[in-house]
Protein backbone atom coordinates (compact mmCIF):
# COMPACT_ATOMS: atom_id res chain seq x y z
CA UNK A 1 0.00 0.00 0.00
CA UNK A 2 0.79 3.72 -0.86
CA UNK A 3 0.87 6.82 1.52
CA UNK A 4 0.15 9.84 0.29
CA UNK A 5 -0.05 13.45 2.39
CA UNK A 6 -0.75 16.36 0.32
CA UNK A 7 -1.79 19.88 1.52
CA UNK A 8 -3.21 23.13 0.40
CA UNK A 9 -1.00 25.48 1.90
CA UNK A 10 0.88 27.06 -1.27
CA UNK A 11 -2.45 28.16 -2.45
CA UNK A 12 -2.55 24.40 -4.80
CA UNK A 13 -3.10 20.77 -3.82
CA UNK A 14 0.91 19.49 -3.70
CA UNK A 15 1.92 16.19 -2.66
CA UNK A 16 4.30 16.33 0.78
CA UNK A 17 5.41 12.67 1.28
CA UNK A 18 4.85 9.26 -0.37
CA UNK A 19 5.36 6.31 1.76
CA UNK A 20 5.54 3.45 -0.14
CA UNK A 21 5.09 -0.24 0.42
CA UNK A 22 3.83 0.39 3.56
CA UNK A 23 3.01 -1.81 5.74
CA UNK A 24 0.53 -1.50 9.32
CA UNK A 25 1.62 1.86 11.64
CA UNK A 26 1.56 5.11 11.92
CA UNK A 27 3.19 7.43 9.24
CA UNK A 28 3.31 11.41 9.60
CA UNK A 29 4.49 14.21 7.33
CA UNK A 30 5.75 17.62 8.35
CA UNK A 31 3.52 20.46 6.11
CA UNK A 32 5.79 22.65 3.65
CA UNK A 33 3.53 25.51 3.61
CA UNK A 34 1.07 25.68 6.76
CA UNK A 35 2.51 28.54 8.12
CA UNK A 36 0.93 32.14 8.35
CA UNK A 37 -0.96 32.85 11.56
CA UNK A 38 -4.60 33.67 11.01
CA UNK A 39 -5.01 31.23 7.65
CA UNK A 40 -7.04 28.26 7.33
CA UNK A 41 -5.44 25.42 6.14
CA UNK A 42 -6.66 21.98 4.52
CA UNK A 43 -4.22 18.76 4.31
CA UNK A 44 -5.02 15.04 2.93
CA UNK A 45 -4.01 11.87 3.21
CA UNK A 46 -4.57 9.45 0.93
CA UNK A 47 -4.07 5.46 0.82
CA UNK A 48 -4.28 3.22 -2.48
CA UNK A 49 -2.97 -0.39 -3.25
CA UNK A 50 -2.94 0.30 -6.97
CA UNK A 51 -6.51 -1.07 -7.32
CA UNK A 52 -8.28 1.23 -4.85
CA UNK A 53 -7.96 4.40 -3.42
CA UNK A 54 -9.20 6.19 0.07
CA UNK A 55 -8.42 9.60 1.10
CA UNK A 56 -9.44 12.07 3.94
CA UNK A 57 -9.57 15.80 4.00
CA UNK A 58 -8.95 17.17 7.15
CA UNK A 59 -8.70 21.69 7.66
CA UNK A 60 -6.42 24.00 10.37
CA UNK A 61 -6.63 26.71 11.11
CA UNK A 62 -3.26 28.23 12.92
CA UNK A 63 -4.81 31.53 15.43
CA UNK A 64 -2.41 33.73 16.79
CA UNK A 65 -2.65 32.56 20.27
CA UNK A 66 -5.12 30.37 21.98
CA UNK A 67 -7.33 31.40 25.36
CA UNK A 68 -7.66 34.40 26.85
CA UNK A 69 -5.16 37.71 26.44
CA UNK A 70 -4.64 38.25 29.76
CA UNK A 71 -5.45 35.60 32.55
CA UNK A 72 -4.20 34.94 36.21
CA UNK A 73 -1.83 32.38 36.05
CA UNK A 74 -1.15 31.54 39.74
CA UNK A 75 -1.19 33.27 43.03
CA UNK A 76 2.46 34.23 44.37
CA UNK A 77 3.50 36.61 47.32
CA UNK A 78 6.82 39.59 47.76
CA UNK A 79 7.23 40.73 44.28
CA UNK A 80 6.23 37.60 42.44
CA UNK A 81 9.49 37.76 40.97
CA UNK A 82 7.65 36.24 37.37
CA UNK A 83 9.88 34.42 34.84
CA UNK A 84 9.10 32.95 31.70
CA UNK A 85 10.77 30.66 28.97
CA UNK A 86 10.40 28.37 26.13
CA UNK A 87 10.73 24.84 27.70
CA UNK A 88 12.12 21.63 26.51
CA UNK A 89 8.80 20.49 24.81
CA UNK A 90 7.87 21.97 21.12
CA UNK A 91 5.12 24.43 21.47
CA UNK A 92 5.42 25.13 25.55
CA UNK A 93 6.36 28.15 28.15
CA UNK A 94 6.56 28.22 31.51
CA UNK A 95 6.59 30.68 34.11
CA UNK A 96 7.97 30.55 37.85
CA UNK A 97 6.94 32.87 40.51
CA UNK A 98 8.26 33.53 43.70
CA UNK A 99 8.79 30.44 46.34
CA UNK A 100 7.79 27.94 43.62
CA UNK A 101 4.53 28.26 41.95
CA UNK A 102 4.40 27.49 37.71
CA UNK A 103 2.20 27.76 35.14
CA UNK A 104 2.65 26.76 31.70
CA UNK A 105 1.00 28.13 27.83
CA UNK A 106 0.48 25.31 25.32
CA UNK A 107 0.73 26.87 21.95
CA UNK A 108 -2.40 24.01 21.18
CA UNK A 109 -4.35 24.59 24.27
CA UNK A 110 -3.63 27.66 25.87
CA UNK A 111 -2.81 28.69 29.85
CA UNK A 112 -2.80 26.29 32.07
CA UNK A 113 -2.23 26.10 36.02
CA UNK A 114 0.18 23.27 36.99
CA UNK A 115 0.47 22.23 40.81
CA UNK A 116 1.76 25.26 42.91
CA UNK A 117 4.53 25.67 44.94
CA UNK A 118 7.96 23.80 46.03
CA UNK A 119 7.58 23.71 49.61
CA UNK A 120 8.37 22.01 52.94
CA UNK A 121 6.29 18.99 53.27
CA UNK A 122 4.56 20.49 56.68
CA UNK A 123 3.85 23.79 54.99
CA UNK A 124 1.94 22.82 52.42
CA UNK A 125 -1.72 23.99 52.35
CA UNK A 126 -3.21 21.47 50.55
CA UNK A 127 -2.92 21.50 47.01
CA UNK A 128 -3.06 24.80 44.27
CA UNK A 129 -4.49 27.30 46.41
CA UNK A 130 -2.67 30.46 47.38
CA UNK A 131 -1.67 30.04 50.90
CA UNK A 132 1.46 31.47 53.01
CA UNK A 133 4.72 29.52 53.68
CA UNK A 134 6.98 28.05 51.04
CA UNK A 135 10.59 28.24 50.32
CA UNK A 136 12.01 28.76 47.43
CA UNK A 137 12.72 32.59 46.97
CA UNK A 138 13.13 34.53 43.53
CA UNK A 139 12.97 31.71 41.53
CA UNK A 140 14.14 31.39 37.64
CA UNK A 141 15.12 28.16 35.47
CA UNK A 142 16.60 26.80 32.41
CA UNK A 143 16.79 23.85 30.52
CA UNK A 144 20.93 21.59 29.82
CA UNK A 145 22.23 18.29 30.14
CA UNK A 146 19.31 16.91 29.56
CA UNK A 147 17.68 18.16 32.81
CA UNK A 148 15.34 21.21 33.63
CA UNK A 149 17.10 23.44 36.48
CA UNK A 150 14.61 25.42 39.12
CA UNK A 151 16.67 27.92 41.22
CA UNK A 152 16.11 29.91 44.21
CA UNK A 153 17.91 31.88 46.42
CA UNK A 154 18.86 30.54 49.78
CA UNK A 155 16.87 32.95 51.89
CA UNK A 156 16.23 30.61 54.81
CA UNK A 157 19.97 29.49 55.36
CA UNK A 158 21.70 31.57 57.92
CA UNK A 159 23.97 33.64 55.08
CA UNK A 160 21.27 33.60 52.87
CA UNK A 161 24.07 33.83 50.04
CA UNK A 162 23.86 31.82 46.67
CA UNK A 163 21.70 29.69 45.22
CA UNK A 164 20.01 26.34 45.40
CA UNK A 165 18.26 24.02 42.57
CA UNK A 166 16.20 21.15 41.90
CA UNK A 167 15.78 19.24 38.30
CA UNK A 168 13.90 17.20 36.58
CA UNK A 169 13.85 15.72 33.46
CA UNK A 170 10.57 17.34 32.91
CA UNK A 171 8.77 20.80 33.81
CA UNK A 172 5.62 19.30 34.98
CA UNK A 173 8.04 16.75 37.09
CA UNK A 174 8.67 19.99 39.30
CA UNK A 175 5.26 19.04 40.98
CA UNK A 176 6.22 15.95 42.65
CA UNK A 177 8.93 17.52 44.37
CA UNK A 178 9.68 18.61 48.40
CA UNK A 179 11.54 20.70 49.67
CA UNK A 180 14.39 18.50 52.35
CA UNK A 181 14.33 15.37 50.03
CA UNK A 182 14.50 17.00 46.67
CA UNK A 183 16.57 20.55 46.72
CA UNK A 184 20.33 20.81 46.69
CA UNK A 185 22.82 23.71 47.27
CA UNK A 186 24.42 24.31 43.89
CA UNK A 187 27.87 25.63 46.02
CA UNK A 188 27.42 29.13 44.18
CA UNK A 189 27.70 31.87 46.38
CA UNK A 190 26.66 35.93 45.99
CA UNK A 191 28.17 38.84 47.62
CA UNK A 192 24.81 40.19 48.81
CA UNK A 193 22.01 38.02 50.31
CA UNK A 194 18.86 37.10 49.89
CA UNK A 195 17.89 39.79 47.04
CA UNK A 196 20.07 38.47 43.94
CA UNK A 197 17.37 37.91 41.28
CA UNK A 198 19.50 35.06 38.58
CA UNK A 199 18.70 34.47 35.02
CA UNK A 200 19.94 32.09 32.63
CA UNK A 201 21.02 31.61 29.36
CA UNK A 202 21.86 28.39 27.59
CA UNK A 203 24.11 27.90 24.88
CA UNK A 204 23.58 24.25 24.42
CA UNK A 205 23.31 21.10 26.07
CA UNK A 206 26.90 21.24 27.14
CA UNK A 207 26.86 24.90 28.24
CA UNK A 208 24.97 27.52 30.35
CA UNK A 209 25.01 30.65 32.47
CA UNK A 210 23.98 31.61 35.51
CA UNK A 211 23.92 35.84 35.64
CA UNK A 212 23.25 38.58 38.67
CA UNK A 213 23.83 41.87 39.53
CA UNK A 214 25.27 41.19 42.56
CA UNK A 215 26.38 43.88 45.71
CA UNK A 216 30.55 44.23 46.32
CA UNK A 217 29.77 45.70 49.72
CA UNK A 218 29.34 49.20 49.57
CA UNK A 219 25.87 50.61 47.98
CA UNK A 220 27.70 52.39 45.71
CA UNK A 221 28.39 50.08 42.81
CA UNK A 222 27.50 46.62 42.16
CA UNK A 223 29.23 44.01 39.87
CA UNK A 224 27.20 41.73 37.28
CA UNK A 225 28.75 38.74 36.67
CA UNK A 226 28.21 34.96 35.91
CA UNK A 227 28.74 31.82 36.55
CA UNK A 228 29.20 29.43 33.45
CA UNK A 229 28.21 25.64 33.88
CA UNK A 230 29.57 23.19 31.51
CA UNK A 231 29.00 19.01 30.93
CA UNK A 232 33.05 18.54 31.21
CA UNK A 233 33.43 20.83 34.12
CA UNK A 234 30.33 21.62 36.19
CA UNK A 235 30.34 25.05 37.59
CA UNK A 236 33.27 27.43 37.33
CA UNK A 237 34.47 30.34 39.67
CA UNK A 238 31.90 33.86 38.73
CA UNK A 239 33.52 36.21 36.17
CA UNK A 240 32.73 40.10 36.41
CA UNK A 241 31.16 41.65 33.22
CA UNK A 242 31.38 45.40 34.82
CA UNK A 243 29.68 47.52 37.55
CA UNK A 244 26.41 49.51 37.69
CA UNK A 245 24.82 51.92 40.47
CA UNK A 246 21.80 48.66 41.09
CA UNK A 247 21.67 46.04 44.01
CA UNK A 248 19.82 43.92 41.96
CA UNK A 249 17.12 42.98 38.85
CA UNK A 250 17.59 40.56 36.42
CA UNK A 251 19.99 40.93 33.33
CA UNK A 252 19.40 39.39 29.89
CA UNK A 253 22.11 38.58 27.72
CA UNK A 254 21.73 38.13 23.86
CA UNK A 255 24.27 36.65 21.56
CA UNK A 256 23.26 38.44 18.08
CA UNK A 257 25.52 36.76 16.44
CA UNK A 258 28.26 33.81 17.37
CA UNK A 259 30.90 37.13 18.44
CA UNK A 260 28.87 39.83 19.02
CA UNK A 261 27.32 40.31 22.15
CA UNK A 262 25.41 41.91 24.65
CA UNK A 263 24.10 42.24 28.17
CA UNK A 264 21.30 44.53 29.33
CA UNK A 265 20.36 45.94 32.58
CA UNK A 266 18.50 48.48 33.83
CA UNK A 267 20.40 51.69 36.35
CA UNK A 268 19.49 54.62 37.92
CA UNK A 269 21.27 57.70 36.13
CA UNK A 270 20.98 59.84 39.87
CA UNK A 271 23.19 57.07 41.42
CA UNK A 272 20.31 55.48 43.70
CA UNK A 273 21.02 52.41 44.11
CA UNK A 274 17.52 51.45 45.20
CA UNK A 275 15.28 51.95 42.22
CA UNK A 276 12.27 52.65 44.50
CA UNK A 277 13.87 56.01 44.56
CA UNK A 278 14.61 56.52 41.19
CA UNK A 279 11.71 58.18 38.72
CA UNK A 280 10.88 56.59 35.55
CA UNK A 281 13.03 59.28 33.77
CA UNK A 282 16.39 58.78 35.77
CA UNK A 283 16.12 55.16 35.13
CA UNK A 284 17.16 53.29 31.18
CA UNK A 285 17.66 49.98 29.82
CA UNK A 286 21.80 50.20 29.53
CA UNK A 287 24.03 47.80 28.18
CA UNK A 288 27.45 46.08 27.82
CA UNK A 289 28.94 44.93 24.52
CA UNK A 290 31.66 42.32 23.84
CA UNK A 291 32.74 41.63 19.94
CA UNK A 292 34.88 38.53 21.08
CA UNK A 293 32.11 35.89 22.17
CA UNK A 294 32.18 36.61 25.65
CA UNK A 295 35.88 37.34 26.03
CA UNK A 296 35.84 40.58 27.20
CA UNK A 297 33.76 43.32 27.75
CA UNK A 298 33.43 47.09 26.80
CA UNK A 299 31.96 49.62 29.24
CA UNK A 300 28.14 50.56 30.13
CA UNK A 301 26.07 52.39 27.35
CA UNK A 302 22.94 54.16 27.83
CA UNK A 303 20.04 53.06 25.13
CA UNK A 304 17.95 56.01 26.75
CA UNK A 305 15.02 54.00 26.75
CA UNK A 306 12.81 54.35 30.13
CA UNK A 307 13.20 51.61 32.41
CA UNK A 308 12.43 51.43 36.60
CA UNK A 309 15.73 49.87 37.66
CA UNK A 310 14.11 47.80 40.60
CA UNK A 311 10.48 47.06 39.08
CA UNK A 312 11.93 45.95 35.39
CA UNK A 313 13.33 42.33 34.77
CA UNK A 314 15.07 42.64 31.73
CA UNK A 315 14.17 40.27 28.64
CA UNK A 316 14.18 39.97 25.31
CA UNK A 317 11.77 38.43 22.45
CA UNK A 318 13.81 37.67 19.26
CA UNK A 319 13.17 36.80 16.03
CA UNK A 320 16.31 36.92 13.47
CA UNK A 321 17.43 40.47 13.69
CA UNK A 322 14.10 42.02 15.52
CA UNK A 323 14.39 42.39 19.04
CA UNK A 324 11.45 43.35 21.85
CA UNK A 325 12.55 44.08 25.52
CA UNK A 326 10.17 44.32 27.79
CA UNK A 327 10.11 46.79 30.65
CA UNK A 328 8.76 48.21 33.60
CA UNK A 329 7.59 52.25 33.16
CA UNK A 330 5.55 53.72 35.68
CA UNK A 331 2.37 51.91 36.19
CA UNK A 332 2.51 49.91 33.73
CA UNK A 333 4.48 47.64 30.92
CA UNK A 334 5.87 48.59 27.42
CA UNK A 335 7.92 47.02 24.79
CA UNK A 336 10.38 48.84 22.64
CA UNK A 337 11.41 47.48 19.29
CA UNK A 338 14.44 47.69 17.32
CA UNK A 339 16.91 46.14 14.86
CA UNK A 340 20.13 47.44 16.39
CA UNK A 341 20.86 47.18 19.50
CA UNK A 342 22.83 50.01 19.94
CA UNK A 343 20.03 52.07 18.44
CA UNK A 344 16.42 52.71 20.11
CA UNK A 345 13.01 54.67 19.00
CA UNK A 346 10.96 55.74 21.54
CA UNK A 347 8.24 56.29 18.57
CA UNK A 348 4.85 55.26 18.82
CA UNK A 349 5.36 52.38 16.75
CA UNK A 350 8.45 51.09 18.82
CA UNK A 351 7.55 52.05 21.98
CA UNK A 352 4.39 50.65 23.30
CA UNK A 353 2.28 49.98 26.44
CA UNK A 354 0.89 45.82 26.31
CA UNK A 355 -0.22 45.80 30.01
CA UNK A 356 -1.51 49.43 31.75
CA UNK A 357 -2.01 49.14 35.16
CA UNK A 358 0.72 45.96 36.01
CA UNK A 359 4.32 46.47 36.40
CA UNK A 360 5.77 44.68 38.99
CA UNK A 361 8.84 42.67 37.33
CA UNK A 362 7.49 41.95 33.81
CA UNK A 363 9.47 39.25 31.97
CA UNK A 364 8.72 37.14 28.74
CA UNK A 365 9.66 36.22 25.29
CA UNK A 366 8.83 35.11 21.89
CA UNK A 367 5.58 33.47 21.41
CA UNK A 368 5.78 33.17 17.43
CA UNK A 369 7.26 36.15 14.86
CA UNK A 370 2.92 37.50 15.45
CA UNK A 371 3.07 37.68 19.28
CA UNK A 372 4.79 37.74 22.75
CA UNK A 373 4.22 36.04 25.28
CA UNK A 374 5.09 37.67 29.40
CA UNK A 375 4.03 37.51 32.97
CA UNK A 376 3.55 40.17 35.26
CA UNK A 377 2.56 41.26 38.48
CA UNK A 378 -0.19 44.09 38.88
CA UNK A 379 1.47 46.07 42.06
CA UNK A 380 3.55 45.89 45.00
CA UNK A 381 0.73 44.17 47.02
CA UNK A 382 2.61 41.53 48.73
CA UNK A 383 -0.52 38.83 48.32
CA UNK A 384 -1.33 39.19 44.83
CA UNK A 385 -2.80 37.73 41.16
CA UNK A 386 0.23 36.69 38.93
CA UNK A 387 -1.16 36.91 34.87
CA UNK A 388 -0.47 35.85 31.59
CA UNK A 389 -0.70 37.83 28.85
CA UNK A 390 0.03 37.86 24.96
CA UNK A 391 0.89 40.44 23.00
CA UNK A 392 -0.30 40.44 18.99
CA UNK A 393 2.48 42.54 17.13
CA UNK A 394 2.92 43.46 13.52
CA UNK A 395 4.70 39.86 12.24
CA UNK A 396 8.35 40.18 12.81
CA UNK A 397 10.21 38.81 9.03
CA UNK A 398 13.97 37.70 9.07
CA UNK A 399 14.57 37.75 5.56
CA UNK A 400 15.49 34.06 5.24
CA UNK A 401 16.62 32.57 1.81
CA UNK A 402 16.87 29.17 0.53
CA UNK A 403 19.58 27.26 1.74
CA UNK A 404 21.96 25.69 -0.78
CA UNK A 405 24.54 23.28 -1.05
CA UNK A 406 23.65 20.16 0.78
CA UNK A 407 26.38 17.72 1.85
CA UNK A 408 26.15 14.80 1.34
CA UNK A 409 24.85 16.58 -2.25
CA UNK A 410 22.12 14.46 -3.90
CA UNK A 411 23.01 10.73 -4.49
CA UNK A 412 25.90 10.15 -2.49
CA UNK A 413 27.09 6.88 -1.25
CA UNK A 414 28.65 7.16 2.15
CA UNK A 415 31.57 4.96 3.27
CA UNK A 416 30.75 1.25 4.17
CA UNK A 417 29.71 1.16 7.64
CA UNK A 418 29.16 4.75 8.09
CA UNK A 419 27.29 4.36 11.07
CA UNK A 420 26.75 8.57 11.10
CA UNK A 421 27.83 11.24 9.09
CA UNK A 422 27.31 15.29 9.02
CA UNK A 423 24.29 16.91 7.47
CA UNK A 424 25.31 20.71 6.26
CA UNK A 425 23.77 23.41 4.15
CA UNK A 426 24.95 27.14 3.04
CA UNK A 427 22.94 29.87 4.57
CA UNK A 428 21.74 32.73 2.72
CA UNK A 429 19.79 36.18 4.02
CA UNK A 430 20.42 39.66 5.73
CA UNK A 431 19.84 38.85 8.87
CA UNK A 432 20.88 36.20 11.55
CA UNK A 433 19.46 32.69 11.08
CA UNK A 434 18.86 29.21 13.30
CA UNK A 435 18.90 26.22 10.67
CA UNK A 436 16.33 22.96 11.79
CA UNK A 437 17.52 19.50 9.40
CA UNK A 438 14.60 16.80 9.29
CA UNK A 439 13.95 13.39 7.61
CA UNK A 440 11.97 13.48 4.28
CA UNK A 441 8.70 12.62 6.75
CA UNK A 442 9.50 15.67 8.96
CA UNK A 443 11.30 13.67 11.75
CA UNK A 444 13.68 16.60 13.68
CA UNK A 445 17.32 15.71 13.40
CA UNK A 446 18.76 18.58 14.66
CA UNK A 447 19.19 22.59 14.45
CA UNK A 448 22.59 24.52 14.02
CA UNK A 449 22.07 28.37 15.44
CA UNK A 450 23.03 31.89 15.31
CA UNK A 451 24.30 31.72 11.41
CA UNK A 452 24.88 34.45 9.07
CA UNK A 453 25.02 34.91 5.10
CA UNK A 454 27.39 32.27 3.89
CA UNK A 455 27.84 30.44 7.02
CA UNK A 456 27.66 26.63 6.98
CA UNK A 457 25.29 25.02 9.19
CA UNK A 458 26.21 21.86 10.12
CA UNK A 459 24.35 18.92 12.42
CA UNK A 460 25.32 15.36 13.38
CA UNK A 461 23.24 12.62 12.12
CA UNK A 462 23.66 9.61 14.00
CA UNK A 463 22.21 5.75 14.22
CA UNK A 464 22.38 5.27 10.86
CA UNK A 465 21.48 1.64 9.28
CA UNK A 466 23.30 -0.38 6.58
CA UNK A 467 21.51 -0.90 3.68
CA UNK A 468 19.28 2.05 3.54
CA UNK A 469 19.04 5.52 1.53
CA UNK A 470 18.06 8.51 3.45
CA UNK A 471 16.26 11.50 2.27
CA UNK A 472 16.54 14.86 4.34
CA UNK A 473 15.86 18.75 4.09
CA UNK A 474 17.00 21.75 6.42
CA UNK A 475 15.11 24.69 7.13
CA UNK A 476 16.13 28.21 7.63
CA UNK A 477 14.56 30.65 10.38
CA UNK A 478 15.41 33.90 12.01
CA UNK A 479 17.31 33.05 15.33
CA UNK A 480 15.50 32.94 18.87
CA UNK A 481 17.13 34.15 21.69
CA UNK A 482 19.08 30.78 23.39
CA UNK A 483 18.92 27.34 23.03
CA UNK A 484 16.15 25.48 24.30
CA UNK A 485 16.15 22.47 23.23
CA UNK A 486 13.14 22.06 21.57
CA UNK A 487 12.25 21.05 18.04
CA UNK A 488 11.80 24.56 16.45
CA UNK A 489 8.37 25.63 15.96
CA UNK A 490 7.50 26.50 11.85
CA UNK A 491 7.33 30.49 11.11
CA UNK A 492 5.43 32.37 8.16
CA UNK A 493 8.78 33.14 6.12
CA UNK A 494 11.07 30.20 6.81
CA UNK A 495 12.88 28.42 3.84
CA UNK A 496 13.19 25.04 3.12
CA UNK A 497 15.97 23.52 1.18
CA UNK A 498 15.49 20.80 -1.41
CA UNK A 499 15.56 17.29 -0.64
CA UNK A 500 18.85 15.72 -0.36
CA UNK A 501 19.14 11.63 -0.48
CA UNK A 502 22.50 9.60 0.53
CA UNK A 503 22.97 5.24 0.69
CA UNK A 504 24.54 3.94 3.36
CA UNK A 505 25.66 0.60 2.19
Request: proline share 4%; glycine share 10%; charged share 25%.
Amino acid sequence: MDITFSDDGSGNWNEIVRFSDAQSGEFSARPQDMLRRGETYHWMVTATDGVESQSKTFSVTLADFIGSKQTVISHSDCWKYGYLKHGREKGKWFATTQRGAWSAYDLDKGWYRTYQRLVRRQEWNGGPTFGDGGEFGHPFWGYWGGQYHMFGTRWRTADKLGYECVSSPTFEGFRNFTFEKDVRDTGLRTQQPEWTEGTTYTFSEDRAWIMAIDCTGPRDKSNVKYWEWTKADGWKAPAIIGTVSNHTGRVALVRHTRDLWYVFVTEGKCGELDGLHNADSQSTLKYFKSTDAGKTWGTLQDTGVPAHAIFSSVSFARYGDNYDVFLSVGNDTYICATQNLEKWSLEPTRYIRVAEGAYLKPHGTLLHPSALIFTVAADLGYHDDQYGIVVVVPEMISRAETPTNPTPSDGTTLPQGTGKTALSVQVHGPQTYDVAFYWEDGAYIGEDKLLREGDIATIQADGLQSGKEYRWYAVARGALLEYTGAEPDVTADEKRSEVSSFSNP
